[in-house]
């Protein structure tokens, strides 16, 4: 099973683009990604209850919450490991696991089930050859599924990162990843 | 820009006596203003299709024949005619426009701007007379809706505070700081009859007053704005069309309570929403409506806004609590209620949004007023997203009282397709299904308690005769057993249970104890479980189980699904008469079930079908068609929509 058909882009592209850091080594990146932790804790930490926005400002920074940021929260907000954790498995928003370039994120909320949204979502882990919630190996998308984001007037909807496509239809899942997936790069479907 | 503060009741009537020329004119007074107002839907579905880049189009237009002085643009909140958006209306003579494109903004800007004719392919067609029509209140959509709490969504502009002001905003927090104490305001509330909207329907004034009486200090006022229910999109709607009356109420609840510091816990979700409050929060603080000594009082009343991180329970209040102090959100046990041992373990008001945006237009217009809306045990409106099988989906307020039969046809035009109604679901996963015998029932917290539903927070889907109820079982059990929190067992263990039950039916291996064991089960985790999730949890399967027997005694003794859903209860068969030899169906079956011997039709192998139905969409002919399976492997199939005819008499159908 390959995702990148004949022209495969190198690996290295692709971060560059997510991280910007073609200017930086891998270790200056870091230390300025911590530098803007340790700026979010500062500005939080004294206000009680707010380990989930330092959570949430986290996630931003670095993508996901890696055990390592979890320890170096827990440690700078002198809260239990184990609570910081807690919290983090708790909600569906937080990923312990690196994301893809883009998100995929099906509502399968009633409205949007009983519009066929069920079809759209094995249509797409049938089109890029992964199951929910994990990502392809090129780190380009991500399939995610949603709880109702209240657009039902347009059910079924897709999200693509931020932005919304209502009514969507198999026809359009083909488009959107055919859209995102950038200039002559090709997938094999990944199917037999 | 240096803003005076508004300080007393004077300083908001000059606010208003400014902007209300602009708004009189938006509720159908033409006074001459010599100004065309545009307004644009801002909602959240509008703008997904596409009304912001509208917006921009119509600037750059207007702009281009130097209209700017006599036009305005106005983005608002949610008009509710969300199929057909986006929404546009034109004032004056109030045109209403719907699916407007940003390629019409041309079109708009010359026509009717310009050259002043109304232009016909973008009104909106009234599918039961055919008639065009331009009028909002002509359509049948909006003809039988009664708008309380929504009044202003549609009309003002959320982003801007003075616009709010101009419909007597912040009028009510006023009167009430400056001329009411605790007692007259609980005693108001308590009149009004207003119950939670939420979906338990608790009495609005007896919270408050539960609240007031703690003798502890600090008290704290939140907002309950994690609308988690699938197809619920009330609060989400009032948020982004009329922040300030939720804000407003809050101000009054924190006065009444005697709390200074307010809560609003919302969905991440829903960015729209999120920024508008923000917007209305910075600007309350600027004009000194929140903040300190307001109406220059010693009342000091701010408000936060604490992001929801995605999990369904955090709309129970306890969970909500725990979330709000950035902790796991999980339940705890009742009592000690919120409103003694609540935030940091200090008395807290919680109340949802609809039910605080009801709170101004109490005061604003009398409780007597509002208690003259309703039925005898719910007062004043409910406001209602419509959603699944049915031609207007959008968001609906109608008085308590009104039928299910005017909401749904009327109000929401029917069942698209000519296909039949079946049940209307609401109430969420807490929720149940509502067969057609009680269409004509007039809508209340009882009465749907009645039927084996609740009022939940309001949301509506519609369903017709190709959704399968032990499908829809399966669907929100599914829901609940991923969102169950795992505190408690009967919840955790319980849905799980059930969850595999279902699942085991709909792929028909189901047994007919399984019914029995259905419900002790359903039952056992209704009165065991620690919070509303898992007591509610069941209803899904007790409501279907009470209307919709025969379908699970199809799934499991007929080895059928009825609706034609459940997968493996279904083959799909070409029909030789009707097939032409294409082959397309065979060429896109990803199994290679379809093959033709030679000089005849297509055969599909129901041993490596996988039941995709790609060929039933491929074939040219809709020679393809689905059908139920029997016992002796025998199809019964009614035709290409493949409905399901009955088993063996006419009687034994599901009497829907």
């Known amino acids: 099973m390959t995702f990148h058909g004949n022209k495969a882009v190198p690996e290295k592209q692709e971060i560059t683009f997510l991280y910007k850091s073609h200017e930086l080594p891998k270790s200056t990146q870091k230390e300025q990604q911590y530098e803007q932790l340790n700026r979010v804790i500062r500005q939080y930490s004294n206000e009680p209850g707010q380990l989930i926005r330092i959570l949430v400002k986290a996630q931003e920074i670095f993508g996901y919450l890696p055990e390592e940021v979890q320890a170096y929260i827990a440690e700078k ?113 990944s199917q037999h | 820009m240096n803003i005076l503060k508004i300080r007393s009741i004077e300083d908001l009537k000059a606010i208003k006596t400014k902007y209300h020329p602009l708004i ?17 839907c801002s909602g959240t579905a ?83 007379t055919g008639a065009k029509t331009s009028q909002i209140a002509e359509l049948d959509f909006f003809k039988f809706q009664k708008r309380i709490v929504l009044s202003n969504c549609g009309v003002i502009n959320p982003e801007d505070i003075r616009e709010y002001i101009a419909r007597d905003g912040y009028f009510a927090l006023a009167e009430v700081i400056l001329n009411q104490n605790q007692e007259q305001i609980i005693d108001i509330i308590k009149k009004s009859g207003l119950r939670g909207r939420g979906g338990a329907g608790f009495p609005v004034g007896k ?82 409506l929140l903040g300190e000594n307001l109406f220059n009082s010693i009342f000091n009343f701010d408000i936060k806004l604490r992001l929801g991180a995605g999990a369904f329970v955090c709309g129970e209040e306890t969970a909500l609590l725990h979330s709000i102090m950035g902790q796991r959100g999980e339940p ?21 949004v609809e039910t605080y945006a009801n709170i101004p237009v109490i005061f604003r217009k009398g409780w007597e007023w509002y208690y003259g809306h309703g039925t005898a045990t719910s007062k004043g409106s409910k406001v209602f997203s419509l959603a699944g099988k049915i031609k207007n989906t959008g968001l609906i307020e109608v008085p308590m009282g009104t039928t299910l039969r005017t909401i749904i046809f009327d109000i929401g035009g029917g069942i698209p397709g000519n296909k039949k109604f079946k049940a209307v679901q609401t109430g969420g996963p807490s929720g149940g299904c509502i067969p057609e015998k009680y269409l004509d029932l007039p809508i209340d917290y009882e009465s749907l308690k009645e039927t084996g539903s609740m009022m939940g ?86 409501s279907t189980l009470r209307y919709f027997k025969d379908e699970y005694i199809a799934h499991i003794r007929d080895k059928t699904c009825p609706a034609g859903v459940c997968k493996n209860l279904l083959e799909f068969v070409i029909n030789e008469e009707q097939c032409i030899a294409c082959g397309l169906c065979a060429k896109v079956c990803p199994a290679g079930a379809i093959t033709r011997d030679p000089k005849q039709t297509y055969r599909i192998n129901p041993e490596k079908c996988v039941k995709c139905a790609a060929c039933m969409a491929k074939c040219p002919k809709q020679a393809i068609s689905k059908g139920t399976v029997r016992p002796n492997k025998e199809v019964i199939t009614d035709g290409a929509t493949g409905i399901f005819t009955g088993s063996d008499s006419q009687e034994e159908r599901a009497t829907l």
């Open chain 2, 457 to 542: 927070s309001g949301g509506m889907i519609v369903m017709n005769d190709d959704d399968c109820m032990v499908d829809i079982a399966r669907f929100y059990l599914e829901f609940t057993q991923d969102e169950s929190c795992g505190r408690c067992t009967p919840c955790r263990v319980g849905t799980k249970r059930l969850l595999e039950i279902l699942k085991r039916i709909t792929a028909g291996n189901g047994e007919m104890e399984d019914l029995e064991i259905l419900e002790e089960l359903s039952y056992d985790i209704r009165d065991a479980s620690l919070c509303g999730l898992g007591q509610t949890a069941p209803n899904p399967i007790i």
């Open chain 2, 207 to 288: 919270k408050w007053e539960l609240t007031a009486m703690q003798d502890v200090t600090p008290k704290y006022v939140v907002c309950n704005a994690d609308e988690g229910d699938p197809g619920a999109f009330m609060d989400r709607s009032i948020l982004e069309g009329d922040p300030h009356s939720v804000l407003e109420a809050m101000a009054i609840a924190g006065y009444c309570i005697g709390a200074n510091k307010g809560y609003i816990y919302i969905r991440a979700e829903y960015p729209i929403a999120v920024n508008r409050l923000e917007t209305a929060i910075k600007q309350a603080q600027k004009y000194g």
């Open chain 2, 46 to 128: 509008c703008s997904s299709s596409a009304s912001q880049a509208l917006l921009l189009e119509l600037e750059k237009e207007i702009k281009l024949r130097g209209l700017e002085n006599n036009v305005r643009l106005i983005k608002t909140g949610c008009f509710g005619f969300c199929q057909h958006g986006p929404i546009v209306v034109v004032h004056p003579g109030e045109i209403f426009y719907c699916r407007v494109k940003p390629e019409d903004a041309k079109l708009l800007v010359e026509a009717h701007l310009v050259n002043g004719k109304i232009i016909e392919k973008l009104l909106y067609r009234e599918e039961r």
């Open chain 2, 24 to 40: 009189k004119q938006r509720l159908g007074h033409s006074n001459g203003l010599g100004l065309t107002q545009i307004l644009v």
């Open chain 1, 77 to 189: 907000t002198e809260t239990p490991v184990a609570e910081v954790n807690g919290v983090v498995t708790f909600y569906s928003l937080f990923a312990t696991e690196p994301k893809g370039k883009n998100t995929l994120n099906l509502c399968l909320g009633t409205a949007c089930y009983v519009k066929g949204a069920q079809e759209l979502m094995n249509a797409l882990k049938d089109r890029l050859g992964i199951d929910e919630g994990e990502t392809t190996p090129d780190q380009l998308f991500t399939i995610r599924s949603t709880r109702c984001i209240g657009a039902c007037g347009l059910a079924p909807v897709l999200m693509v990162n931020e932005e919304v496509h209502g009514k969507a239809s198999i026809n359009d899942i083909d488009k959107i990843i055919e859209k995102y997936r950038g200039k002559g790069e090709h997938f094999e479907n």
């Open chain 2, 332 to 352: 705890r046990p009742r009592p000690p209620y919120p409103a003694q041992e609540g935030l940091w373990g200090k008395p807290t008001l919680i109340n949802n």
